[in-house]
């Protein structure tokens, strides 16, 4: 079973600041724990139906603190922006979207061309393929029969 527990008044407070800097307090109420069992820094978590009718939490950010703890400030701060990251809110559709991060990179990779270029390499793809799609809608559109009615 995982060990829960609050985080400190130090980690609580980074994830504070962001949660106020995001203004996602006004529409989404976060629980943040600790799970030193974690094998990894930390997770997102969307509560269910039941856990939000309990206690009124709509996400739950984990983070093993311990290894959280060993973290410079601004490290730590990376890694409370980068989970909170996952979070956002679609006010035109009022509803609550958790996404996983855009890129996923192997550490070899980074150290070779510098997290830079490979950022700049991934943008590059991501609006080529965008491009594509767009001009495959417009193809499909442009097919569809058009209904003359004189």
Do not use: C, W
């Not at 509803?95 to 510098?114: E, M, N, Q, R």
């Amino acid at each position: 079973m995982a060990n829960f527990s609050e985080l400190s008044s130090d980690n609580q407070k980074i994830f504070d600041n962001l949660i106020q800097k995001s203004d996602l307090e006004r529409v989404v109420n976060f629980v943040l724990l600790a799970n030193n069992n974690l094998k990894q820094i930390g997770l997102v978590k969307r509560a269910d139906d039941i856990l939000k009718h309990l206690t009124e939490n709509d996400v739950a950010i984990v983070i093993n603190e311990e290894i959280f703890d060993n973290l410079e400030l601004n490290q730590k701060e990376l890694i409370a922006d980068d989970l909170m990251a996952s979070v956002s809110y679609n006010f035109d559709k009022d509803k609550l979207v958790i996404t996983k991060p855009d890129i996923l990179a192997h550490s070899g990779v980074l150290k070779k061309y510098g997290a830079e270029s490979y950022l700049n390499v991934h943008e590059i793809i991501r609006l080529a393929l965008q491009q594509k799609e767009d001009l495959k809608k417009e193809s499909s559109k442009s097919k569809k029969p058009k209904n003359n009615i004189e």
